[in-house]
């Protein structure tokens, strides 16, 4: 069993509005293994790609700020770094890799460049052996022709193939954490499947520990050894992948599986959740998923459920669960 | 068949992230709060120019010509702001002034920017010869020497109030044309007019309830600081002597009244100057602040 | 016989390359290359593909937004082409509505949703503005969103309820066929569901057909009955859905299918199964020579880079490929 290289303990974010208090994150804890895909599934304003930040340490500012927890990454509490200390971990020992490519590179800089810029900012090595580094992190994401490809602007490039390039300045320090925040939303199917295969070789030759933020259940059933569902701020359960499709515990986990149409076979009706997901600055008392679960009895109104340890690797948040 | 009702609509405003303290937000917001007082405070002026002034502004006096202002020594209450050189009062002959500026600056941009807009969208959404031929006629009217043009006025058709309105509206569409065209081009590529162009819509009625309401966001800001820049055009006018007549009174030609005297009774052309520089400051600084408040990721007015 | 709504012949269109000063052509974007299929009365057809296929140009070219270069519409039964100006406003356009894929740009944001809904109305019909209310109220009503949302405006809705406004809107005409432009891909997984049963449901009701432009195959197993599957301006695949999924013949298809299934890890005849294509979709600008998806075909053969392959009938699908000649 690989070590663990991220530990996170009951850890909160909140943005501070003229309307309130919003508590994007509010009391997660989780882990990921060295060599380990650890999935964050969740609907839009769950918190996962808050999570993210979070853990880089790079909330916007003003109004973000992180108001409780750990953030251990090998050994280190993260939390306790300065600003210094902590700009020496991003990107060294942890990357992240966003959505869309276009706004993650800089239009007007070549694309050695902006490779070169983060080898020669985490690992001070000399001049001459600056170039090599671009070119061996470029072949690592298996881009053709990576002396051809220094020379060029991103808007040169397709879509995978831009991303491939984000993933190799994402991978160019050889990070020990990746956290990758819907990588493969913006690709095409088969691109999507290229780059997630991909992936999966990277991690085999590196060993890093990968944390893949998404909504896409196929996305997840493929790369994810293990996956976090958040719903409203908090993880609702955690489980091996396979359990989390074929033995949801959690009600929401499970509708969520089955509101989505299967491609195996041709669904009669969709199962649809009723309700919208609730105002994070007026979170109802009691379980966040009570008001549109189908299950929900008198306790969860009233009181928050605790987290359940099931198994070694799966755990649940839910009143129905004993 | 169930449709599911869907609860009722629930407000959605986006949460401004501002961790900012009190204090510095009162600050932002002084940055609006003097400049639109600068301007109500001119509007009420204007209006109740009759019964604010304590002298009319034509009654000249030989024998109270070039007093000082009540704070300086030798003036009194009497005049508070002093007397020109043909001894009218100086606060009452500003207090009409700003009756003039403001009437003369809100109808050249009623319509300079009424013209702009309908030919900035017009061009924009038309594309093509259209765009073409309206875009030319702006670049010619943009480059027209607009003094030069203001001098003939004056002299062919006699100095006066709508000489004036003529004079600044006949060239000042200009300056609306091309934005208003850049933000149409930008709206005309939009979903919801693709939307409305497949129900069938005409162009004309695209133009008017689709792409005008969304541009009204930077004309407002457009204009806000137009108001300053045309009281500073007029004031030339006058000051050059090809805007309003005498006697009336207006901030331009109250400057160049005090030209010679600048030395002796600096009154005369200094407090009509400062005024002049407040509402222009007032209305840029308004216009900044009205841009930043309607950034588009905020929600809209 | 199959109720025949709309058919298209060989669509074509291409866009020009210019270059330098004096815009010179130098080469053709071939969005699409002869395209033809049918859509059936209250049926849904989907055209599936990813981006640079050509799909969302057929969609503005069956909106008449675009002119397309050849190839006919015909429109129950009748070529489009021929239609006059106004009876294209007044037979045509009305009959064929549309639902776009962003729910947040595809509303007026300074119009209230009774007027957003109504404009088809307005524009149309000489209804009174009252008429015009009443008939809106009845429209938001069937896609659930409640009478108190008429005079609100769109930001004040959340996507799903967007959607379903769009949908209204759509309705109000009484068209024959809706065209949905990725109806669902940008929204939340669980309103996806919400937004598809609606849709489906009011097909139901109205006997309406659909041209549903997806990527999502899951989607789009779940919505049709009949599936188009494009590849660089042209169709590869096409045919009843069902029979498409449980066997579908082209390579492109199956490495489609493959991309999108959900794979665990310990199913090892699912996983030793995946298709994993190598490179990227040519530009439309040069497609290859031959099959244009010939470069990246595991099965490719000679003839694959020389001829053109031409559709062949199996069964109730169609296929382009040279396997089945």
């Known amino acids: 069993m690989n070590e663990i290289i991220l530990q996170v303990e009951d850890l909160r974010t909140s943005f501070f509005t003229r309307m309130g208090e919003v508590k994007a994150v509010d009391g997660i804890s989780f882990y990921v293994r060295a060599g380990e895909t650890f999935g964050i599934v969740g609907e839009s304003g769950c918190g996962k790609s808050v999570t993210g930040l979070s853990i880089l340490r790079l909330l916007p500012e003003p109004g973000g700020r992180i108001i409780g927890g750990k953030i251990i990454l090998e050994g280190r509490n993260l939390m306790e770094l300065n600003k210094k200390q902590m700009r020496a971990y991003r990107g060294k020992m942890i990357s992240m890799i966003l959505q869309d490519p276009m706004s993650s590179l800089n239009p007007v800089y070549q694309i050695g460049d902006q490779i070169a810029e983060s080898v020669r900012l985490h690992q001070g090595l000399p001049e001459n052996m600056v170039e090599p580094e671009v070119i061996s992190a470029l072949r690592l994401l298996r881009i053709p022709s990576p002396e051809m490809i220094l020379k060029e602007y991103p808007f040169q490039l397709s879509g995978g193939m831009r991303q491939r390039v984000v993933g190799s300045v994402a991978m160019s320090c050889h990070p020990r954490l990746l956290i990758a925040d819907e990588p493969t939303t913006a690709l095409d199917a088969t691109i999507q499947a290229q780059y997630i295969a991909l992936f999966e070789d990277i991690q085999q030759k590196t060993n890093v520990a990968i944390i893949f933020i998404t909504h896409d259940f196929g996305v997840v059933s493929r790369i994810c050894d293990r996956v976090g569902v958040m719903y409203a701020g908090k993880i609702v359960e955690t489980a091996p992948t396979r359990e989390i499709f074929k033995a949801p515990r959690h009600p929401y986990t499970s509708a969520l599986i089955h509101s989505v149409p299967s491609l195996d076979k041709k669904d009669d009706r969709l199962f649809s959740i009723e309700g919208q997901p609730p105002s994070m600055m007026n979170l109802p008392p009691g379980c966040r998923f009570c008001p549109r679960c189908t299950f929900s009895m008198d306790v969860c109104k009233e009181q928050e459920p605790p987290e359940i340890k099931l198994t070694e690797d799966h755990s649940v948040s839910c009143w129905r669960v004993k | 068949m169930q449709t599911t009702m869907v609860p009722n609509v629930e407000a959605k405003s986006k949460p401004r992230y501002t961790g900012i303290s009190r204090r510095r937000r009162i600050l932002k917001n002084l940055a609006m709060i003097i400049p639109a007082a600068v301007f109500i405070l001119l509007i009420l002026t204007a209006i109740l120019a009759p019964w604010l002034a304590p002298y009319p502004y034509d009654k000249t006096s030989m024998t109270e010509r070039r007093l000082p202002p009540a704070f300086v020594e030798g003036g009194s209450m009497k005049h508070f702001l002093g007397t020109d050189n043909l001894g009218r009062d100086v606060l009452s002959r500003v207090i009409y002034g700003a009756r003039v500026s403001l009437s003369v600056s809100l109808m050249v941009i009623a319509i300079t920017s009424g013209i702009g807009t309908a030919l900035g969208i017009t061009a924009g959404y038309l594309g093509g010869r259209t765009d073409a031929f309206i875009m030319r006629i702006t670049d010619i009217a943009l480059s027209f020497p607009g003094l030069l043009l203001a001098m003939l006025l004056a002299v062919s058709l006699g100095p006066g109030f709508f000489t004036v309105v003529l004079a600044l509206s006949i060239l000042g569409w200009s300056g609306y044309t091309r934005l208003i065209r850049g933000e149409t081009l930008r709206i005309r590529n939009s979903d919801f007019v693709a939307q409305a162009r497949i129900a069938g819509a005409s162009p004309f009625r695209i133009m008017l309830r689709h792409i005008f309401p969304n541009i009204l966001n930077p004309l407002i800001v457009v204009v806000t600081m137009a108001v300053g820049f045309m009281i500073l055009a007029e004031s030339g006018m006058s000051y050059l002597g090809i805007g309003i007549p005498p006697p009336m009174p207006s901030w331009g030609s109250m400057v160049a009244d005090g030209r010679n005297d600048l030395d002796r009774a600096w009154w005369i052309s200094m407090f009509p100057g400062i005024l002049i520089g407040l509402v222009v400051m007032s209305g840029n600084f308004l216009g900044d602040w009205l841009r930043d408040k309607m950034d588009p990721r905020l929600r809209q007015l | 016989m199959p109720d025949v709504l709309l058919e298209t012949r060989d669509l074509i269109k291409h866009y020009p390359v210019t270059r330098g000063f004096l815009q010179r052509t130098i080469g053709w974007v071939r969005a699409i290359d002869g395209v033809s299929f049918t859509i059936e009365r209250g049926k849904t057809l989907s055209l599936v593909g990813e981006s640079g296929a050509g799909k969302t140009t057929i969609a503005k070219a069956i909106l008449l937004l675009e002119q397309l270069t050849s190839g006919s519409i015909l429109f129950e039964g009748k070529d489009l082409y021929k239609f006059t100006n106004t009876q294209l ?103 996806r569901a919400q937004i598809m049963n609606l849709l489906k449901d009011l097909q139901a009701e109205h006997n309406l057909s659909y041209l549903v432009i997806a990527h999502n195959l899951a989607t789009v197993r779940y919505m049709s009955h009949s599936v188009a599957i494009m590849y660089l301006g042209q169709l590869v695949e096409s045919g009843e859905a069902e029979a498409l999924f449980e066997r579908p013949l082209h390579p492109y298809t199956r490495a489609l299918i493959s991309a999108s299934q959900l794979t665990l890890p310990e199913d090892s005849d699912q996983s030793s199964k995946q298709i994993i294509l190598t490179g990227e979709m040519p530009s439309p600008v040069n497609p290859p020579p031959g099959c244009r998806f010939h470069t990246r075909c595991a099965e490719a053969q000679d003839t694959c880079a020389k001829e053109v392959p031409v559709m062949h009938v199996v069964g109730t699908q169609q296929v382009r490929c040279h396997n089945y000649d």
């Open chain 3, 89 to 191: 406003r007044t037979e045509y356009k009305p009959k064929v509505q549309s639902v776009q894929q962003n729910p947040w740009s595809s509303m007026n944001p300074r119009m209230r949703v009774r007027d957003i809904v109504g404009e088809p109305l307005i524009v149309n019909t000489k209804l009174s503005k009252k008429e015009v209310y009443a008939k809106v109220a009845e429209l938001l009503s069937k896609v659930g969103i409640a009478s108190e949302g008429m005079v609100r405006y769109p930001h004040e809705f959340s996507g799903g309820q967007r959607q379903r406004i769009a949908v209204a809107r759509a309705l109000a005409l009484n068209p024959n066929l809706v065209v949905l432009d990725e109806p669902v891909s940008a929204l939340d997984v669980s309103i």
